[in-house]
């Protein structure tokens, strides 16, 4: 007799795998979210050390606005 299990597409009707597509969206949620900080304070530690220090003080900027970012995400 034949098998009439579906193994073909998700359309027709095959099982998902629900556990690695949560995994894809909680990693794809923490990149958007730090690559956003990340974005974030290079542009912020830019425009101080542009306008208001130079760039070491602008490179300890960026590094407070990343480790303050990193701990309120979390």
């Given amino acids: 007799m034949a098998d009439h299990t579906p193994t073909g597409p ?3 009707g095959a ?3 629900y556990a690695e597509h949560d995994r894809t ?3 794809f ?4 979210k ?11 530690s830019m425009a101080f050390g542009f ?12 590094a ?4 303050a970012g ?3 995400l979390r």
């Fill in 10 to 12: 998700v359309e027709l």
């Fill in 15 to 17: 099982k998902m795998d």
């Fill in 25 to 27: 969206y909680a990693g």
């Fill in 29 to 32: 949620l923490a990149l958007a």
């Fill in 34 to 44: 730090y690559g956003s900080l990340f974005c974030l304070a290079v542009i912020i």
């Fill in 51 to 62: 306008f208001v220090g130079g760039f070491f003080s602008a490179v300890i900027l960026w």
């Fill in 64 to 67: 407070v606005i990343l480790a």
């Fill in 70 to 72: 990193a701990f309120v």
